[in-house]
């Protein structure tokens, strides 16, 4: 690549705490822009509260306290004042379990347009009709979209779940282990999704597959008990890791 | 050879044991079936005689000693549903407060102890408040709309239990699938969270309907009255009803031995629309959760 890539959104001794306990510690870490950044490490390592760290889904957990800063346009998004409504339209989510509304699958994708106010109905049809494309479902649903979306089956779900998400126009999708409760085939469908929809989205990708790691994303980061332990391009970081515990934890020594 | 395990039988003492508790426990639920089933049959068998179109149709004549319960049908189903149209929504309102996004604390944990001692006071002391609160002070007088009230005030803490059950039976994933899409908390709750849990709470609010069409105590003194000659024109108006009517038949009448198959015959009818709502409920809850499943 010729030209420089640029961040898009990073943290700054990101530090979080579930009431005592420190989850995280001083963590600061750059997110390339339409890149795919994977995140792994062991259970409870702290992978995913990081992620949730990045458009404030925390807030939900109650006590949960920050510090630190997670920078996105140079704006610390942890600071009180912030709308965390226009936020995570901004930055969309894709959960470990796939997790549709009990609604028709027209109805879950259109849902994120319809809170955030488009309601002419030319353009919500026309969006979800893209969205579902690019989440690779169009063909498998087209006939059906009214029908409730708790009939298709674990894999379809979890794509309309990222349909659902690229259905608002976000710019960074975070990933908590999206292919972890889904068959080989429903995995290996979302990873060629996920390199697919790099070109014009950031993903950052929660994971506890290293192969799925190695296969979808340019940036790897290792976290160890709630510290960023070592990130460097995904190449690397599988075929030379710089420090021992990564390099344990990759050739399967423990975790 | 053959080695079948198809009927799953235990041998020995363990066997015994085990097949001796399970028949009391199916003992148990069976008496809910036959103390259900003995009311139903009682009541038809002492007052089916007395059902008849006029009966359904008519004002009593002859001071109640003949013609029909019309006045009473018609109040007791205005007293439940005004009850319902005060408690829904109330009640709704509360179960999404302390379920969604009230802060556990202090406050949350007064309103929810003042619930639970709601829900243990006896009927009679509503009807007494009721004819203190509604009808003194707040001058409503002896009407449809004092006794709706003390009976929504009593079926307030079910109507909140069921709710909040129904809402918690809303998994979280539903919650957060939607604020991560850029929803507010409150289209949150009115589009995602409400929704999934209206079967329950729907449920719910028709059973608590029930139990207070059904109920005395709360409206002989507020809403209830002994014998009038109109059907109710307003919610100022005072109304008969079932449960009072079989009171005042069964023990404050004239004639009580002879009327014995009218006070049969109204608690057949109050036991039939009971059941009647309730068979509604389950209705409204099956074709709910159907609509949106596979």
Known sequence: MTNEIETIIHTQDLSLFYGDFQALHDISLPFAQRQVTALIGPSGCGKSSFLRSLNRMNDLTSGTRSEGAVIFEGTNILEKKIDVVSLRRRIGMVFQKPNPFPKSIYDNVAYGLVVNGIKNRSIVAARVEKSLKQAALWEEVKDRLHKPALGLSGGQQQRLCIARALAVEPEILLMDEPASALDPIATQKIEELILELKERYTIIIVTHNMQQAARVSNTTAFFYMGRLVEVGSTNALFTKPVKKETEDYITGRFG | ?294
Request: glycine share 10%; proline share 4%; net charge positive.
């Open chain 2, 1 to 294: 050879m053959t080695f079948s395990l198809s009927k799953n039988r235990l041998s020995g003492k363990r066997g015994t044991v085990q097949s001796i508790w399970f028949a009391l426990f199916r003992g148990a639920a069976a008496i809910n079936v036959l103390a259900l089933f003995a009311v139903i049959l009682f009541m038809v068998i002492q007052g089916a005689s007395a059902i008849n179109w006029a009966f359904l149709t008519e004002m009593p004549k002859n001071s109640m000693t003949e013609g029909g319960i019309l006045p009473c049908i018609i109040g007791t189903i205005c007293l439940a549903l005004g009850a319902l149209a005060f408690a829904f929504p109330v009640g709704v309102a509360t179960a999404i407060y302390l379920n969604e996004y009230a802060t556990q604390g202090k406050r949350v944990a007064m309103i929810r102890f003042a619930i639970t001692n709601l829900a243990g006071v006896p009927s009679v002391v509503f009807g007494l408040f009721g004819l203190a609160f509604f009808c003194t002070v707040l001058k409503l007088g002896v009407s449809l709309l004092s006794g709706a009230l003390t009976l929504g005030i009593m079926s307030l803490p079910v109507i909140i239990g069921a709710s909040e059950e129904a809402l918690k039976t809303v998994p979280n994933t539903y919650r957060e699938a939607s604020l991560g899409l850029g929803a507010s908390k409150w289209q949150t709750i009115f589009r995602v969270v409400v929704p999934s849990a209206l079967p329950g709470i729907l449920t719910g609010s028709i059973l608590a309907l029930g139990r207070a069409a059904g109920e005395t105590a709360p409206i002989m003194f507020t809403g209830a009255v002994f014998f009038t000659p109109d059907l109710p024109t307003s919610v100022f108006d005072e109304v008969m009803a079932l449960p009072y009517h079989i009171y005042v038949l069964a023990t404050a009448g004239t004639h009580i031995g002879e009327t014995r198959p009218l006070q049969y015959g109204t608690a057949l009818v109050l036991i039939a629309l009971v059941l009647g709502m309730n068979l509604c409920a389950i209705i409204v809850r099956s074709r709910l959760r159907n609509r949106n499943r596979i």
